[in-house]
């Protein structure tokens, strides 16, 4: 299946949670926030929270700003 | 000495007690350890950060939290580069979950080339913020009327511009500035505007409570004195204010005895 994440198509398995995707594209859970089709996935939620065939998420963390 | 005067009068926002009245933006430095130097000696306890998108193509990129340790500078997410409530809100729920703190500042912008702020959906983005629970640290423009209906709608801090956003234009409306800092029972921190140390005197003078800039910083030839040089401008102006300046006069007045001139 496919997931869009920060506006880039990537390809999931069935069965993916949201902390499986953070992990293959290498980042680090705990370091960023995730928006899930709009809705923000808790951190606590990462592990439990499958992925859809479809799903768009974005994916921030803090950088330097005014 | 000095330091102990300064505990005895912290800035405090949303409950939060701090010893510099002086906050920094983390944008426009030519590195993370720029900045990191500049915070340094700028005293700030309390910077600005933007909540963006990871890079993907490269996770291992130099990260702000490697040079500035969230730790121990509170890192206060901003909406910089948001042009609706809506796309202000979906930034600050964002930034409480990667930081799992409430205390946000808010800037709600009207357009590219003055970034001024659309005070309507300002107000509007705030009173759903303020539902959901946040602290919000409000952007806003020098009008009295705005700063006091984000205050009634429950901003932990009012933060009028001293002119355009990384201007350097200084405090462009003294005389508004002070209106609502009158009328305030909650902070009001000049946010924007500031390029030389005097300008944030100025703002301090006025009774201001605290001081945000960070184009002022950055883009200085030195970053890092600059930065030092700011620090000692918001102490001279809040000491300043506190001590209360003497009255203007149109003519001179001696200092020194008349009685027993030679």
Known sequence: MQVTINGETRVARQGDSVETLLQSVGLVPQKVAVERNGEIVPRSRYAITMLADGDR?????FVGGG | MTEKKEELDPLIVAGRAFRSRLIIGTGKYKSYAENAAALEASGAEMVTVAVRRVNLTNPDAPRLADFIDPQKTLYLPNTAGCFTAEEA????????????????????????????????????????LIKEGFQVMVYCSDDPVYARKLEDAGAAAIMPLGSLIGSGLGVQ??????????????????????????????????????????????????????????????????????????????????????????
């Open chain 1, 57 to 61: 998420l974005e994916v921030v963390q």
């Open chain 2, 89 to 128: 809100l979906r930034t600050l729920r964002l930034a409480r979950e990667a930081g799992g703190w409430d205390l946000v500042k808010l800037e709600v912008l009207a357009d590219q080339k003055t970034l001024y702020p659309d005070m309507e959906e300002t107000l509007k983005a705030l009173k759903v």
């Open chain 2, 173 to 262: 409306n003294p005389v508004n500035i002070r209106l609502i800092v009158e009328q305030a029972r909650t902070p009001v921190i000049v946010d924007a505007g500031v390029g030389a140390p005097s300008d944030a005197a100025i703002a301090m003078e006025l009774g201001c409570d605290g001081v945000l800039m960070n184009t002022a910083i950055a883009e200085a030839k030195d970053p890092v004195r600059m930065a030092r040089a700011m620090k000692h401008a918001v102490i001279a102006g809040r000491e300043g204010y506190l001590a209360g300046r003497m009255p203007k006069k149109r003519y001179a007045d001696p200092s020194s005895p008349l009685a027993g001139l030679i």
